[in-house]
């Protein structure tokens, strides 16, 4: 099978299909190709994370995150509006329970109000009480622009506008690209052609890259994160988003309550090293995966710098007990009967050479074709914005 289209899109994840609908909204008249490895859209990180439409409240001011996540979610909540895509607009809390947190508290608020967060306001205990009977804390910022949706339902109405644009662009699945020579790339399913190719390809990032032969001074490493969920008789005890407050050192938000779309309500994720990039349960293992993030020298200058916080999450992983323990924090009322496991997905985190954690979105070029090789968490909610940059490279 050969086949030549005027743009191809690698990767059918929500960065993927974003910018493949932008592109097609753009050039009506040029073909677009979307090529994935899997039998279905989504199945990773896209699938498989919160469902958090977020604000962009706690993002460094002027990053490509903040500008981004708040272009991203004004764009995604008018999108799902004409499209019939269910959302909610539910709202979040983020909850300080200690006065150290109190003062990282102050800090996202001030980020907050720096990245023009519509409508963020403190909450004192009562507050909070108010907001959400069952979590104690001792103050609080309530984000009204937070929200939830559903986000495979997203990428499927990505997937009806761009073949209702143009009848001519489809998407591939199953197929795998093995190599890639500059504007040719040789899959699972043949050779395919295109003028300009665009690399959305989540935890295989790097790897893809490093086919097309671009220099690269960051490695994926995969962090899983696990959930558990209220039994149904338990659901009524959340309302909003409740997060606690981060860790400034991590970019990821810690254990928190959220209310699914389908009227579940998830807790979690923690943040686990992973032994499988695309390994969803705690003993998940591949040696491939493994050798080439234990042989990379930033994984071990992370690990020497961050060791007691990862053997923190790594024993919460293994423990509901402790699981419990930290969202008791937020929720003191809360019983080990009240949640039950559910699933994990991991998170696909760039790592430079002196082990830190790219904190912002990073696109490259090479030959003419797009690499996005960072697009960690809002990458879904920014995922319009996200392709609009994209757009503004070709």
């Known amino acids: 099978m050969s086949s030549k289209f005027d743009f191809i899109i690698v990767g059918g994840g929500i960065i993927g299909l974003s910018t493949a609908y932008k592109l097609q909204l753009k050039f009506p008249e040029k073909t677009i190709g979307i090529l994935e490895k899997e039998s279905e859209i989504g199945m990773h990180q896209t699938g498989r994370n919160s469902g958090v439409i977020h604000s962009g409240i706690y993002y460094t001011p002027n990053s490509y995150k ?100 143009n009848s001519n662009s489809r998407l591939i699945t199953s197929c795998k690209v093995n190599k890639i020579n500059n504007q040719e790339l040789n899959t699972s399913k043949g050779i395919f052609k295109a003028d300009k190719i665009i690399f959305c390809t989540g935890l295989n990032s790097d790897r893809i890259a490093k086919k097309d032969a671009v220099k690269l001074d960051m490695k994926i490493i995969g962090f899983r994160g696990d959930y558990y969920e209220l039994i149904e008789s338990s659901r009524y005890k959340i309302k909003n988003l409740v997060y606690p407050v981060p860790d400034p050192n991590f970019p990821f938000l810690g254990v928190h309550f959220t209310p699914m779309i389908d ?31 234990l042989t990379y020298k930033g994984t071990w200058k992370l690990f020497i710098k961050h060791w007691r916080k990862g053997l923190e999450e790594y024993r919460r992983a293994f423990s509901k007990r402790l699981f419990v323990n930290e969202l008791q924090k937020m929720m003191p009322t809360l019983t080990i009967e009240d949640i039950i496991e559910a699933r994990a997905g991991v998170r696909a985190q760039a790592i430079d050479i002196k082990g830190n954690l790219v904190d912002d979105f990073k696109i490259s070029e090479k030959n003419g074709n797009i690499h996005v090789l960072n697009a960690p968490s809002p990458a879904a909610t920014s995922c319009l914005a996200i392709a609009d940059e994209i757009l503004k490279r070709i």
């Open 66 to 165: 903040a500008r981004n996540c708040k272009s991203g979610r004004d764009q995604l909540v008018e999108f799902a509006k004409k499209n019939d895509v269910k959302f909610s607009n539910c709202g979040k809390i983020i909850v300080a329970t200690t006065e150290k947190e109190v003062e990282i508290l102050e800090t996202i608020f001030r980020k907050g109000i720096e990245n023009k967060t519509p409508n963020i306001s403190f909450l004192n205990t009562d507050g909070i009480r108010e907001k959400e009977p069952f979590i104690e804390g001792l103050k609080a910022v309530f984000v009204p622009t937070a929200g939830i949706i559903d986000y495979i339902g997203v990428c499927l109405k990505f997937i009806d506008n761009i073949t209702s644009i």
């Open 263 to 293: 009227g579940r309500v998830e807790c979690g994720p923690n943040a686990v090293f992973s032994f499988k990039r695309e390994g969803y349960k705690t003993t998940s293992f591949n040696l491939k995966d493994t050798y080439e993030a």
